[in-house]
């Protein structure tokens, strides 16, 4: 392995912060692309919906991918395709060339996982955790930083220069990626590609996250929503059979049973499901008027920045984790998603000043700093390194549905109690779930301790 250069992290971290600022562009402009483009809301939110599908289905794949030896090259070419997504989407002139811009921005979902890769790949042992760290949490920390630059700009100017301004910054991503990036080591390996387990898996992710993202709107009970449910179902049911039983597999499956691969999977998913609970009601909230009994009443301009503190949290939440060292990372599950779920709690229970909202994201900032920065550690140091790319694909995937499934209870929970009573429950949702994941990590780390003191001599 050759000396990597100093300015790779921070080349890693700028291409990664691409995914913060798409992200970005998503719930808070909802309201001005739907008045903008002439669509209802509910319409308007496919924009949303879409670019999760894609982003669900390329993900696994792009991870799979970036186990070979074209690594940068894949970075390079994600990026690109972004970027064109970007451009159509700020220059589209109806909704449905705006939504092929939204598809194709789908893609960011799967660059942090690619620049874990190349951190693994790059840096020694002793360097390589702390970027993996510092790379978990970058969508956390952009997102704080994204929101209020998507607000200002969107209220000043138009919703267009905001996709605008993330065109720009893919572009300078790319840039930065071609001249600061080094070309693969010899630790890539080059494997068939499984296209059965990737086609599989994405009709599998597709079926699951139409039916949750759709089943408000459709009703949970209809025929489209099971039908699309039951074959996204057959379709994971499938292909867990191909993969294990194929010699190159999309996914490794056997690894993933590891213990701790396992527990930051099944974390990932619980934490995702009630960090998008309770961000999306903080959301509506923001823009809501008070008379509703639970609005801010902020404008535009303003909405955004209720997201700063979850940035300002996430960033001292990872330096917190990395000044503790790498033996601290199984105590961090349990210890981030403490603070997540006192954030989501305190939210459920007061919220209605200002400060107490800015408190609850700071909390929840802390808690994804600390629990984002040690999902993907234990995963790299449980599998090999040439499958790191798939192992931490296929946890951002396992975030990514988290995250659809608790979009879909608040907008079931919504539907069926709007208003006050609605925005209450939906909070309270998100509190149980979060403490009961904590409350799992817990029970988890007693029985890994009491088990251990059992093969002691």
Known sequence: MTAAPRTLVPSLIYAALTTSIVSSLGMLLVPSIAAGLEVSVSAAQWMLTLNLLVGAVATPIMGRLSDGVNTKRLLLVSLLVILIGSIVAGTASNFSVFLVGRALQGLTYGIVPVTIVLARRHLGADRADPAISILSVTVATGLGLGYPLTGVLASLLDFRVAFWFASAFVLTAIIVVAKWVPADGAEGRSRPFDTAGAALLSAGLAGLLIAVSQGAHWGWASAPTLLVALVGVLCLVAWTLVELRSRDPLINLRVVKSPDVLLANLTAIGLGAAMY????????????????????????????????????????????????????????????????????????????????????????????????????????????????????SFNQVLRTVGGAIGSAVVGAVLAAQPGEHGITIALGVGAVTATVVFLALIINQLRARRASARTRP
Not at 282 to 292: F, G, H, L, R, Y
Not at 345 to 361: I, R, Y
């Open 277 to 392: 609970m309770s961000l999306s009601i903080v959301s509506i909230m923001a823009q809501a008027e008070k008379a509703t009994g639970y609005g801010l009443e902020l404008p535009l301009f303003w909405a955004g920045f209720v997201m700063l503190p979850l940035s300002v949290g996430s960033l001292a939440g990872n330096r917190f984790v990395r000044r503790l060292g790498p033996g601290s990372t199984t105590t961090m599950l349990p210890a981030g998603a403490s603070l997540m779920a006192a954030a989501a709690l305190m939210l459920w229970g007061t919220n209605d000043d200002l400060w107490e909202v800015l408190v609850g994201m700071l909390l929840f900032g802390l808690g994804m700093g600390a629990a984002y920065a040690a999902m993907p550690t234990l995963i790299a140091r449980n599998v090999a390194i040439f499958e790191v790319g798939s192992a931490v």
